[in-house]
């Protein structure tokens, strides 16, 4: 599970945006809405990503969506050499 | 305990595997055993709702999602108080066992693995001090 790649210069393929078409000029209303409409609940899906990622010596690259049919503990942290 | 494991932080992958090489793996055997994933720009952290864009980090932030991509539950602390990984691995348990009940089971307030569970019914309504009880400490 997730590809591996070597980085280059350039940091390899950013994230994938969440977001659907992009509006020129967004009211605040609208981007209220669709703030909503992205807001994480229990007993709905988890947005879908894909991330680069360092693991067991490699550079790799993963998607949430790769993980269905296995239980996913998500872990966000403020920084690396700090607690977890 | 078939759960996949994913940590995300702001931080890049090569700091990533800096601190694995000189921090983590002086604390576990053979380093960090899952994936660490670089959230450069807090964009999945602002759709998890854990980002905070004026620290510029993301905020301790903890996802349970089942095999079907679904939240099941969450917890969120700021950065200061770390977490209590012994209650993750509890709801972790308890969401597997009611999910293989199929709906059938229920775990009660400070169930832990091998307790007794709720068997949600008419029967149960009116009952449950019956078959639970809180733990008096």
């Known amino acids: 599970m997730g590809e591996a790649f070597k980085p280059g210069c350039r940091p390899p393929v950013p994230v994938t945006e969440a977001t659907t078409d992009e509006k020129p000029v967004i009211q605040a209303s609208e981007k209220e809405s669709?703030?909503?409409?992205t807001m994480l609940k229990v007993g709905k899906p988890a947005p879908d990503f894909t991330l680069n990622a360092f693991h067991k010596g490699e550079f790799k690259q993963y998607s949430l969506s790769e993980f269905k049919g296995k239980w996913v503990l998500l872990c966000f942290y403020p920084g690396d050499f700090t607690f977890v | 305990m078939g759960i996949e494991i994913l940590s995300v932080s702001v931080d890049s992958i090569y700091t990533h595997k800096m601190w694995n090489e000189h921090?983590?793996?002086?604390?576990?055997?053979?380093?960090?055993?899952?994936?660490?994933?670089?959230?450069a720009g807090g964009k999945v952290g602002t759709m998890y709702g854990v980002?905070?864009?004026?620290?510029?980090v993301?905020?301790?932030?903890?996802?349970?999602?089942?095999?079907?991509?679904?939240?099941?539950g969450y917890?969120?602390?700021t950065p200061p108080v770390g977490r209590n990984i012994e209650e993750s691995i509890r709801q972790y348990k308890a969401f597997q066992l009611v999910r293989e009940a199929k709906g059938t089971k229920a775990t009660p307030a400070e169930w832990n693995p091998g307790d007794p569970v709720l068997e949600p019914g008419p029967d149960?309504?009116?009952?449950?001090?019956?078959?639970?009880?809180?733990?008096?400490k």
Do not use: C, H, T
């Not at chain 2, 980002?51 to 510029?56: C, F, P």
């Not at chain 2, 903890?62 to 079907?68: H, N, V, Y």
């Not at chain 2, 001090?129 to 008096?136: D, E, F, I, L």
């Open chain 1, 34 to 37: 669709e703030r909503r409409e």
């Open chain 2, 58 to 72: 993301e905020n301790r932030g903890r996802f349970i999602i089942d095999p079907d991509g679904i939240v099941q």
């Open chain 2, 75 to 77: 917890e969120v602390l």
């Open chain 2, 51 to 56: 980002y905070d864009e004026e620290a510029g």
């Open chain 2, 23 to 39: 921090e983590l793996s002086k604390m576990v055997d053979g380093g960090v055993p899952f994936p660490m994933l670089s959230d």
């Open chain 2, 124 to 136: 149960l309504v009116g009952n449950v001090w019956k078959v639970w009880s809180p733990k008096k």
